[in-house]
Structures are given as structure tokens and as C-alpha cells.
């Protein structure tokens, strides 16, 4: 015989929420939008540890660019509400991750994203030698 419980207990619980989704820390309260998810905890296990609480892994984990801050969060699916304010957010990466911003969420770009290393995108271009003042 089969133990339903068993076989079930390794399938990952579905996500709450997707890139764009405004979301609200359970616990401490800011808001933020989903930038990106992972089935379950990547973070290694030294930066989990550190963590003040230590949700459980086998969840759906987001990085959420946190309104009115320049820093990203990764969050676990059980520390996180749905932000029904329809507010947009403010921070520094919006533009670069999502294209536009309507009904109350975010319109997720194809910028990928990877934690730790800088998106790929062109440098900036040089000054037009034309701009440059007489002296």
C-alpha cells in the first residue's frame, strides 16, 4: 500500500506569488516586489543560519526589491502577504527588472536575474565630444 502522506511530503508547495506581485513582510512590515522566486531556499546554508528566524527551506523563496530602500530581500513564501495597496514602489532596480506598472503590479522585462552578479546590460556611452565646453 502506498502512504499518500509520504509521497506528498517532497512535492513543493506552489507559489503565492510571481515577478511583479506587491508583496508585505509578515513580520516586519515593509513592502516590496517580487523580482524573482526559487522553488525552495538557494541561499547557502551559512547565510541562512544568520538569518534572525530560519523559515522552513521546502518553500518558495523571493527576492523582493524593497520599497524606499536600494536593498534586496530573500524571503520566504510564509513570511510574505499580498500588498493589495495597488502603490508602486520605490527603488533604484524597477526600471531595470520591469517595464511598466499597471492595475496594481508590476509588468516583469526579460533582464535576468541573477543574485550576485551585475545584470547584462551595455555600458553607458561615452561623452559626445561635441558636448564638451571650450575653456
Not at 502603490?87 to 533582464?111: D, Q
Request: aromatic fraction near 10%; glycine fraction near 6%.
Amino acid at each position: 500500500m502506498i502512504n499518500l502522506d509520504e509521497s506528498y511530503a517532497s512535492v513543493p508547495q506552489p507559489p503565492h506569488f510571481e515577478p511583479g506581485d506587491l508583496v508585505k513582510h509578515r513580520n516586519y512590515g515593509y513592502r516590496g516586489v517580487v523580482v524573482s522566486l526559487d522553488a525552495s531556499c538557494q541561499a547557502s546554508e551559512e547565510w541562512y543560519q544568520s538569518n534572525q528566524t530560519q523559515p522552513a527551506k521546502d518553500q518558495p523563496w523571493y527576492h523582493v526589491l524593497v520599497h524606499q530602500a536600494a536593498h534586496v530581500t530573500y524571503s520566504a513564501q510564509s513570511n510574505l502577504l499580498p500588498d493589495n495597496s495597488s502603490k508602486p514602489v520605490t527603488h533604484p532596480m524597477t526600471t531595470l527588472f520591469f517595464s511598466g506598472f499597471e492595475k496594481g503590479r508590476y509588468l516583469r522585462n526579460k533582464v535576468p536575474w541573477n543574485p550576485g552578479e551585475p545584470p547584462d546590460i551595455p555600458p553607458p556611452l561615452p561623452p559626445d565630444p561635441g558636448d564638451a565646453l571650450d575653456d
